[in-house]
């Protein structure tokens, strides 16, 4: 398959014609409506300092149904202990930066860059970008972002630096989301963690099929 070169016009090619890895297009800009025109296709940007912006739709995608979110009775008690405390939107920014600080198997540097949290940080001011932050004796030590489009909400990142942070702010979030009725979450990339706790793969076909159905 070829790769596409995007220019200034807010258009990208089909999601079906990426190569087999997902890399689907290079360049363009992280602009918010560029970006946003991204997500509703099934499609995110990924890559680091020393690469051009590389846009991705892999398939098969790892997704996420709210109801089907597993609730462990380790971590409800975890949970109903209180021994943390939860915030959304309180601090996007410093949950970016957590994020990217982390360390990951088999990753060197990261991608959430400078050019990344601009322009997320902007997509958070009109709303679109959320965070949710976990709190102990006052310090951050674990939380997620991502971006909430329709009944659709597609995590970027999360971060733990607490045994357990990041479970409890997806439990939280997915409390969240589900009074909110929203009904799907987009984790791009397959992972044992969030495997374990209910996530799944579906072919990036009915991964598109669903974002035109819950993004209007």
């Given amino acids: 398959m070829p790769l596409f070169q995007l220019n200034n016009e807010l258009v ?5 014609l990426a190569e087999p890895d997902g890399l689907l ?26 690469n051009p912006i590389l846009w991705w739709s892999p398939d098969p995608r790892m997704v996420l149904i709210p109801k089907e979110f597993k609730r462990y009775k380790s971590l409800r008690r975890v949970v109903e202990k209180g021994i ?3 915030t959304f939107d309180r601090d996007f920014e410093r949950v970016m930066r957590f994020c990217g600080a982390v360390p990951r198997k088999g990753q060197e ?15 958070h001011k009109m709303g679109v ?13 674990g939380g997620l ?7 659709v909400f ?6 733990h630096r607490v045994t357990d942070a990041s479970k409890v702010a997806l439990w939280h979030w997915v409390d969240y989301l589900l009074e909110s009725g929203v009904e799907l979450i987009d984790a791009q990339q397959e992972t044992g963690h969030l495997k374990r706790m209910g996530a799944r793969l579906i072919a990036r076909e009915s991964f ?9």
């Fill in 12 to 16: 990208f090619p089909d999601p079906r």
């Fill in 25 to 50: 297009a290079v360049g363009g800009d992280l602009s918010p409506e560029r970006l946003l025109a991204a997500y509703r296709s099934g499609i995110f940007p990924w890559f680091s300092d020393e």
């Fill in 84 to 86: 943390f405390q939860v």
């Fill in 109 to 123: 540097g990261t991608w959430i860059t400078e050019d990344m949290i601009r322009a997320y940080a902007a997509l």
């Fill in 129 to 141: 970008a959320r965070s949710v932050e976990v709190w102990q004796d006052g310090e951050l030590v």
């Fill in 145 to 151: 972002y991502g971006l909430l489009i329709g009944k």
């Fill in 154 to 159: 597609f995590g970027e990142s999360m971060f």
């Fill in 208 to 216: 598109i099929t669903l974002l035109r159905k819950l993004i209007v």
